[in-house]
């Protein structure tokens, strides 16, 4: 299916697109050096909308749907994919989970700061030595009354150290394996709850990357999302739109390395031509956007099938593994197109080249998007 976007969809790119390459773009390498939480920038996009996509009017969001909103990413990654991280893991994770599976109660409290962006949400699954396996996570939470007493460390929790909301996963029960974890909201001021390690990252350097500690931590049982033992489907419900989430920031990033190697190899001369003349570089930039075009087609299938209620796991595992993977090989042909002046900060090459490394790695790496892809074609596990 080839996607004709409709009145509003295309609205809604034009104007992301315009605010991104205006705002966003303006502080992107500065942040990439100095390591600054856009609070500013993501409050700016509170306002117009970005930080509560698809949130339904009702609660304070934009009610918008999965094209729109993958539309809107692949706009703000454009121009900086540490801004995007932060973007896609609040609307797709955090905000679908607690629409998804939150109490009438917890969608009036926590919808209205997050589509503000005035509190920014995380979500807290991997574990020192629980990542690819989050069924081996460790961190309890153990009732005591009209609370869950949580203990544990989380790893590599995406803006954990600015975030006011964070949905963490524990064991409630050790025996019941998958079943026996069960998820819960976190608020930043709980007692008990403190940030860890910041991570040093080669990429995304303005979105933080950080341990949370649990310890003692007390959660009020309200605060639980969804079912005790329901955590783990929480998790994986959550992932499955994440993951078309990085494939919109992988989109978003190739087609700023494949703007500007277009218009790199139409200024440089060497031999006395345009290198933007030779053959063997104007096949490297054909490849690129046509690759390119195949990520983003891959992506809004997934939306769309997600838009229509039916189970998306599958489509969701193979935009993430394919952008994932395009977006690093399009960034490394960009970088080799500038030649030397790739490798330096001047051009932003480099940065998109650095920031797309995690991209095969974080919310499942590629190894585990085939698992996911592989199990749903053979449909010898449960086949989502
Ligand atoms: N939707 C709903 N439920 C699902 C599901 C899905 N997509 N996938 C699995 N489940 C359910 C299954 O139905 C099953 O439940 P029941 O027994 O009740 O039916 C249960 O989960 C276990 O399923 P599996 O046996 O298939 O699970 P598994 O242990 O073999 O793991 C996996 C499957 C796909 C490998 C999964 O563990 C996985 O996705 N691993 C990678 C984790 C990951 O992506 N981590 C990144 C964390 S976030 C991050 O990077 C940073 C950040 O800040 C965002």
């Not at 303005?206 to 931590?217: P, R």
């Amino acid at each position: 299916m080839l996607f004709k976007l409709t009145d509003e969809q295309v609205m809604i790119q034009a104007m992301v697109r315009e605010f991104s390459r205006k705002v966003i773009a303006a502080t992107a390498a500065e942040r990439d050096r100095t390591k600054e939480f856009p609070a500013d920038n993501l409050k700016k996009m509170g306002e117009l909308g970005l930080m509560g996509m698809m949130v339904p009017a009702e609660y304070g969001g934009e009610g918008a749907d999965t094209i729109s909103y993958v539309l809107a990413l692949s706009e703000i990654a454009y121009s900086c994919a540490s801004t995007a991280v932060i973007m896609s893991v609040h609307n797709s994770i955090v905000c679908q989970s607690i629409l998804r599976y939150g109490t009438e109660k917890q969608k009036s409290k926590y919808f209205k700061p997050l589509c503000t962006a005035d509190m920014i949400g995380a979500f807290a699954l991997t574990e020192p030595q629980a990542g690819s396996d989050p069924v081996s996570q460790n961190t309890t939470a153990v009732r005591d009354g009209d609370y869950y007493i949580l203990n544990g460390t989380k790893r590599f929790t995406t803006t954990g150290q600015n975030a006011g909301l964070v949905i963490v996963t524990a064991k409630t029960d050790e025996s019941a394996r998958h079943r026996g974890i069960s998820a819960f909201i976190v608020t930043k001021k709980t007692s008990g709850f403190s940030v860890g390690r910041v991570e040093d990252k080669m990429g995304l350097r303005a979105s933080d990357t950080c341990d949370l500690n649990f310890d003692n931590c007390r959660v009020p049982v309200e605060d639980r999302l969804g079912k005790e033992g329901e955590g783990f489907k929480i998790a994986m419900t959550a992932l499955d739109g994440g993951r078309i989430g990085i494939a919109a920031q992988s989109v978003g990033v190739a087609q700023a390395a494949l703007d500007a190697a277009v218009q790199y190899t139409k200024k440089r001369e060497q031999f006395g031509q345009k290198i933007s003349k030779f053959q063997g570089l104007r096949w490297i930039i054909a490849d690129m956007a046509t690759e390119l075009e195949a990520a983003r087609q891959l992506m809004l299938s997934a939306a769309a099938l997600k838009d229509s209620g039916e189970k998306f796991t599958a489509q969701a595992s193979m935009a993430k593994l394919f952008a994932s993977e395009m977006v690093n090989r399009v960034t490394a042909k960009a970088l080799q197109l500038h030649g030397g002046y790739g490798y330096v900060t001047d051009y932003p090459v480099e940065r998109f080249y650095r920031d797309a490394r995690v991209f095969t790695i974080y919310e499942g790496t590629s190894e585990i998007q085939r698992m996911v892809i592989a199990n749903h074609i053979f449909k010898d596990k449960r086949g989502h």
